[in-house]
């Protein structure tokens, strides 16, 4: 009886193990080191590592033994495409490894994959078209790590990021993504954002977005919206952002339907708005894009357009504390997406409609009423109440909600409550934003009240 495919795989994936905890991974890092001339058996360890590369439990080993300075050696040496094809196999799932990350920077591949780029550039042959998508590719994920990424940027002075600038201008497209790729991750802290905002990589981001308005190439629109997303988190950086232009370049895009264009779009705008009244006030009267997030509010096929769409409504709301917003958003039928996004299964998006709710009711609940009334707001609020599962600060915000809606105002104070500390979300929620995307909401919730 012959076995299937699943059984040989999982034999195999079982010799593999054993493999692994015999030791096998630095034994083959040694031969490759000591019979590197030797043609035929460094094939055969290139052939063994991208088997044994693919298995999590190996990455750990790897990252013990020498095999960065190893591969990049032996990649130096090659010419032929074949060869050089081999040597990526094994080098990107070792890639995924933080630790390798930064042993392969260190070695020296980054200068190999920047040569690379570099002659193959202006090549239309079928191979070297191939081998310059992995080149930058492999180069966006060394920047995945902490340690590499900020190695390369060397406070933005580094030859590496100088480079990688110089890819966003380029006519060639994969060029501009991984350019705009590298530029999402060099903007993981705030130190880079504000270098990077302060020597106008916003303006160049720009200008990628506006040659890919009309048809548009979506995977450069995504990413160039992602990294104008990251360098919008730090506080100094946002009024710069808005002064240059970036919602206008942003809101070309509203017309999208390409869910990873909606969902970046969504996060920029939420991200430039943070404590921008004005700006969030402009948004908020802007009935095309409203009407667009009620819209998008309804994406049940796409959890996360659906989830940032509520939290930039919540977020106008909040931000610009302005009647006329919420009349827009009143006209359009948002109130509806904010009551039942006050049953969110996490809690700071239960805190976010809250807190929106609250300005509703205090600021213009005559206007509002009725749709507040369609929704069941007061049954919703009653059942987080007597839900043991509510987090504190969801009951402590039900009940001042509902003092507000029963028009006690007066002796609850709801600005200081609910807007005391809204200007400084960003910086509570500032790792959980860089870090998270929304269906990986942390269980912790944050107490805006």
């Not at 028009?407 to 200007?423: A, R």
Request: charged share 25%.
């Amino acid at each position: 009886m012959k076995a299937n495919n699943d059984d040989k795989a999982c034999f195999s994936d079982s010799l593999q193990a054993q493999l692994i905890n015999m030791g096998v991974i630095p034994t083959l890092v040694k031969l490759l080191g000591i019979h590197c001339q030797n043609a035929a058996l460094t094939e055969m360890c290139l052939v063994a590592f991208g088997n044994l590369a693919e298995l999590e439990s190996s990455k750990e080993q790897f990252a013990g033994t020498n095999i960065a300075e190893e591969l990049v050696k032996l990649f130096k040496k090659q010419i032929e495409h074949d060869k050089r094809e081999m040597i990526f196999e094994v080098l990107a799932p070792l890639a995924e490894n933080d630790a390798i990350k930064l042993q392969l920077v260190e070695a020296g591949l980054v200068e190999c994959l920047l040569e690379i780029v570099q002659q193959k550039v202006d090549s239309d042959k079928e191979d070297d078209i191939a081998e310059l998508k992995t080149a930058s590719d492999l180069m966006v994920l060394l920047l995945l790590g902490d340690e590499s990424m900020q190695k390369l940027f060397e406070g933005g002075k580094g030859n590496v990021f100088q480079r990688v600038l110089s890819w966003i201008p380029s006519s060639n497209h994969q060029l501009q993504l991984a350019g705009a790729l590298a530029i999402a991750n060099f903007a993981r802290n705030d130190g880079n954002c504000i270098h990077m905002v302060d020597h106008g990589i916003v303006e160049k981001l720009m200008d990628l977005l506006d040659r890919h308005v009309e048809d548009g190439n979506v995977t450069v629109q995504h990413a160039a919206l992602s990294a104008l997303r990251n360098l919008a988190i730090p506080v100094v950086n946002k009024a710069k952002m808005l002064s240059a232009g970036v919602t206008e370049a942003v809101l070309k895009f509203l017309k999208s339907e390409m869910p990873p264009v909606q969902f970046k779009l969504l996060g920029t705008l939420r991200m430039l708005i943070d404590a921008q009244a004005e700006a969030a006030e402009q948004l908020g009267k802007n009935v095309k894009l409203v009407e667009r997030l009620v819209e998008w509010c309804e994406a049940k096929d796409h959890a996360g357009v659906m989830g940032e769409s509520n939290r930039l409504l919540s977020a106008l709301i909040r931000h610009s504390k302005s009647k006329d917003v919420i009349k827009t958003i009143v006209q359009s039928g948002g109130i509806k997406h904010l009551v039942t996004m006050a049953t969110s299964e996490h809690v700071i998006m239960q805190n976010e409609a809250l807190v929106a709710l609250a300005l509703i009711a205090a600021l213009e609940l005559g206007t509002a009423e009725k749709d507040l009334e369609s929704a069941k707001l007061v049954q919703i609020l009653h059942r987080l109440l007597e839900d043991e599962r509510s987090a504190p600060e969801i009951k402590y915000n039900s009940m001042v909600l509902i003092c507000a809606l029963m028009g006690s105002v007066g002796s609850i104070p709801i600005e200081k409550h609910y807007t005391e500390n809204l200007g400084t979300e960003a910086s509570k929620n500032h790792r959980f934003e860089r870090s998270h995307h929304l269906g990986q909401l942390p269980a912790v919730s944050l107490l805006i009240c």
